[in-house]
Nanobody, 124 residues
Framework: QVRSVESGGGLVQAGDSLRLSCAASGRTFRDYGMGWFRQSPGQEREFVAAINWGGGSIRYGDSVKGRFTSTRDIGRNTIYLQMNSLKPEDTAVYYC?????????????????WGQGTQVTVSS
């Protein structure tokens, strides 16, 4: 079983950068892809990024392409989300989760072992 814990959120200004971390526990972590999602109040959870088990294949949501980068440190059982050029519309709770399937899924239904989330607030 994989458990995920996100960290690194905070309050920043538009144009700033933040790096989120997702520490995953469980012996099978390295066997699965992982994903990042975000959710704003009153909105559905939105796909941000998916990274495969080795970290060599990454897929991004349209709203973050070119600004966000996801990486994976297998030795540390951790994935990262580097967020640059942040905008007020990036304000949300950010979650990581395990990808249960063997393709780069963008729908929540293919993910489990969700973390508790970390709040990112971007002021204008």
């Amino acid at each position: 079983q994989v458990r995920s814990v996100e960290s690194g959120g905070g309050l920043v200004q538009a144009g700033d950068s933040l790096r989120l971390s997702c520490a995953a526990s469980g012996r099978t972590f390295r066997d699965y892809g992982m994903g990042w999602f975000r959710q704003s109040p009153g909105q559905e959870r939105e796909f941000v990024a998916a990274i495969n088990w080795g970290g060599g294949s990454i897929r991004y949501g349209d709203s973050v392409k070119g600004r966000f980068t996801s990486t994976r440190d297998i030795g540390r059982n951790t994935i990262y989300l580097q967020m640059n050029s942040l905008k007020p519309e990036d304000t949300a709770v950010y979650y990581c989760a395990r990808n249960r399937v063997n393709f780069m899924a963008t729908q929540m239904t293919y993910y489990d072992s969700w973390g508790q989330g970390t709040q990112v607030t971007v002021s204008s």
